[in-house]
């Protein structure tokens, strides 16, 4: 039987430990920050765009690895006869899936597959992807199921200031300036059909009051929800934060395992700090 290598973009924002227990390649996208281009969880870091926006009032621009790139990444496993499963930033927002298709056609044997999504539920696939390699599942209906499940992933953030999407062309002046001035925290929710982001309920006032109030309003009293696992994702922010939301999980929800990760640069350098999502998959 062929083996099966897994992959994901660098955007699923899964840690070292999650990447060697789930034995998950990643393809960096890039970040292009004033004349110098990086990789994404390479050799820069959230904190070093948030201290260049600080000091220069610069953010860097992001760019989807091209088909080339693919290639090259893919090769090494096709030319030993494996076959790749890949899964993609959402097509809605980059046309990373596109790429790692235009590379498939060159190479066969590679199966990518459009999460529909960013960060952690993309992460949420991956782990899924995992899962189904152990069992010995064939690449090709680990790529069916996947494709099926993604609509079943529930991604959302809440956003504390909306100087970055600003900033980012993602917002208007007024709107980010109204928004901080009135200490409003808009939950931006995925649409796992197109990969896009649309803005759910604004919430005010303190961020720690704000998160306990979006965690309960997004798991408390649902029986739809698949418990094997949950996703904390934060782009920085402070440890009694993370503490505060794990607490109100626990509280609302019986998941086998909370994971806490920390965004990368592609996601932090749109949403900027303290930003924090909480990422499941439902039944």
Same mark, same amino acid.
């Given at each position: ?35 110098? =281009?990086?990789? &994404? ?6 904190? &070093? ?30 030319? =030993? ?27 066969? $044997? ?30 090709? =209906? ?53 990969? $896009?982001? $649309? ?20 798991? $408390? ?25 794990? =607490? ?36």
């Amino acid at each position: 039987m062929k083996k099966i290598i897994l992959s994901a973009d660098s955007t699923c924002d899964l840690d070292d430990r999650l990447k060697e227990r789930y034995e998950v390649h990643c393809q960096p996208l890039h970040i292009n920050l004033g004349d110098k =281009q990086y990789e &994404d969880g390479v050799n820069i870091s959230p904190d &070093d765009i948030y201290e260049t926006y600080e000091r220069q009032r610069i953010l860097p621009k992001t760019s989807a690895p091209n088909p080339k790139e693919y290639i090259d990444y893919f090769k090494k496993w096709t030319d =030993q006869g494996h076959e790749v499963v890949h899964i993609s930033l959402g097509s809605g927002i980059s046309s990373s899936y596109q790429n790692a298709c235009i590379a498939a056609e060159e190479l066969g $044997n590679v199966y990518p597959i459009d999460s529909g999504n960013l960060s952690t539920g993309m992460g949420l696939l991956v782990i899924e992807a995992a899962e189904r390699i152990v069992k010995g599942m064939p690449a090709e =209906q680990i790529s069916e199921e996947i494709n099926h499940l993604k609509s079943k992933v529930e991604a959302s953030f809440v956003i504390d200031k909306l100087t970055y999407l600003h900033e980012g062309g993602r917002c208007s002046a007024i709107a980010a300036f109204s928004a901080n001035l009135l200490n409003i925290k808009p939950c931006i929710e995925v649409d796992p059909t197109s990969g $896009n982001m $649309n803005v759910g309920k604004k919430y005010r006032g303190a961020l720690p009051k704000t998160l306990k109030r979006y965690t309960m309003d997004k798991l $408390n009293g649902r029986s739809d929800i698949k418990l094997d696992r949950v996703f904390i994702t934060h782009s920085g922010t402070s440890p009694e934060n993370i503490a505060a939301v794990k =607490q109100t999980i626990e509280e609302v929800a019986d998941f086998k395992e909370i994971l806490v990760t920390r965004a990368g640069c592609t996601i932090s350098s749109h949403c900027g700090p303290n930003t924090l999502g909480v990422l499941f998959v439902t039944n």
